[in-house]
C-alpha cells in the first residue's frame, strides 16, 4: 500500500473527528433530557408543594382538612420500618455473602443458589408482599405492624445487598488473602481482620442503596395491610398508654403508615388541596433517598481512601 | 565429603507429586532441604517452582480440586506437612512465606507485623511492642519505620513493603521461611537489600528462595534446584551446580541457551 500523504491524513481524521463529535454531542443531549426531566419532577413537586412546607406539616397527623394535614405518622412510620429492615437485612445479607464467597464450595448447589439470589433481585416487589401477608401476617401472627413491614423490606433487599457484599469481596485481591493464611489465620480470622473491613464501604454502599429502594416502597406493604389513615404514634418504650407502660419492643407491632401510602392516600382524594400536601410529601420523600445517597456517597469515600492493594 | 560436614536436615521432599485437577505439575520430588541454609530453586517459567514452594505451606489447600501425593517430612519432628491429619494451619504457623509482590494488608505498618501475633491470641501490648520491634529489626527496616509505625504500610516504597512483609513473616519466629520470587517487582537498589537481608536471615532460620534470577541464585543460596517441566532434574551445592552441572539441561539452563 502506498503511505499516505499529509493530505490524505489529515481529511481521514476530520471524519473521524467529526463522527467523535456527533457521539459527543448525542451524548450531551441524552444526559440534559434525563437531567432536565429530573429537574422538573423536583421543582413541579417544590413549587406545588411550596405552602406545606412548614414546621407543622412534619407535627401534624393526617387531617380531612388538607391544610392541616402533616406526615408525622408517616415519617415515623418510614424511619421505623427501615429500622427493623435493616436490623433484619443487613446482618443476613452480609453473612450471606460473606459464606457463598468464602466459605461455600464451588458445585451444582452453589451455582444454583446464585442463579437464584440474582433472580430474586428482579422478583416483582407485589410478590413479596403476598408472601409476606401469608407468612409474617397470618402465619407469624405479627399482624399489621411495623414489624411486618420491616421484614417484608428486607426480604425485597436481600438479595441486592448480598449481591453487593459478594462484589466487595470479590475486588479483594487472592494475595491479601492469601498474606493473612500465610502466618496461619483461620478462614474466620482472615474475614474478620481483613476480608470484612476491606469489603465494607461496598457493602455499606449497598446497604443504603437498597434501604434507599425499600424506603420508596408501596405495594407490598398495602399488602400488608398498612392503615392510611393513622392518627397516633407507635408507643415509645417506657411510657405510659392507655393498657400499662409501653415495653421495648411494644412499637415493633403498632399499625403504622409510610411516606409513600401517605402520599398515594392524599393524590387519590377528589379535593385538589391534598395535590398540595402530595407533593410537599413527594419531596420531603425525594429528601430522605438522596441524603441516604449522600451519606453512602461520604462514607464510601472516607472509607476506601485507607484501602490500597 | 565428610560426615561432620553433612548439615542437618530441616524438611525433606520425598516422592512428592501434584495435582492440578487432572494436571500433574510436580513429578516425583526427592530433596533434602538443610538447617540454616538458604536453598534456591530455579528453572524456566512453568517448571513447577512456585507450585513446590507453596506445597511446603499447604497453599493449595486454599483452592479446590489440587491434589498431593507423597510426602514432605519436616525436622527435628518428622511430622508430613502434606498428611490430610496435619491441619494446614499448624502449617502455615510453623512455616512462612513472603510473595512475589509485597501484599501489606491495608493497615498501619505496626498492625502487618503484630497481625501473626494477634492470630495467635497474643494481645499484650508490651509483648505485642517487642515482638513487632524485634521483627523490624531482624527484617532490616526498623530504622525506616521506628517513628511512624501507625501510619498506613500502603505508604511504603515497594522496597520497603516487601520488607514489612519479611517482618510479618518473621514476627512468629517461623522455623523455614519461603521466599516466592520477592525481588521480582523490586528495582536493583532494593532488590540488593532484600538479599543482603536473606543473608542475614539464614543464621536463624531456613530459607527456602524461588527465583528468576541465577545471578540471585549464585549470590543468595548454598544449595540449589534446577527444576524443568515439574520435574527436579538437579539438586547441589551452588557453587558446584553452577560450575559444574552434571544434567546437561542444567548446564542449558545456567548458561542462557534455554529459557
Redesign the interface.
Known sequence: MKPLTTEEIRSVIARGKFKDNLFKATGVFCLALALVVIVALIADMVIKGSERFTLDFFLNFASRRATQAGILSAWVGSLLVMLVTALAAVPLGVAAGLYLEEYA??NWLTNIIEINITNLAAVPSIVYGLLALGIFVYQFGFGQSILSAGLTLALLILPIIIVSTREAIRAI?A????????????RW?TCR??ILP?AMPGILTGVIIGLARAIGETAPIITIGALTFIAFLPPVPFTETGEGTAGLFDWVMSPFTVMPIQIFNWTSRPDPAFEVNAAAAGFVLMAMVLSMNAVAIYLRYKMRK???? | MQIHDQPTLKAEARNLNFYYGEAKALKNINMPIYDKKVTALIGPSGCGKSTYLRSF?R?HD?Y?GNRYEGEIRFFPDNTNLLSPEVDP??V??RI??V?Q?P????KSIYENVA??L???GENNRRVLDDKVEHALRGAAIWDEVKDRLQE?A?NLSGGQQQRL?IA??LA?DPELLLFDEPTSALDPIATAAIEELVHELKKRVTILIVTHNMQQAARVSDYTAYMFLGEMIEFGKTDEIFIKPQDKRTEDYITGRMG
Do not use: D
Not at chain 2, 501484599?103 to 491495608?106: D, E, L, R, S
Open positions: 464450595k464451588r485481591p494475595m491479601i488473602r492469601e498474606g493473612s493464611m500465610a502466618v496461619g489465620a483461620t480470622q481482620y481483613h476491606y485507607n484501602i490500597k492493594w | 505451606n497453599m486454599l479446590p494451619i499448624e502455615r504457623m512462612g512465606m510473595f509482590k501484599n501489606p494488608f491495608p497481625y501473626g494477634r492470630v495467635r498506613l500502603s512483609c510479618r513473616a512468629t
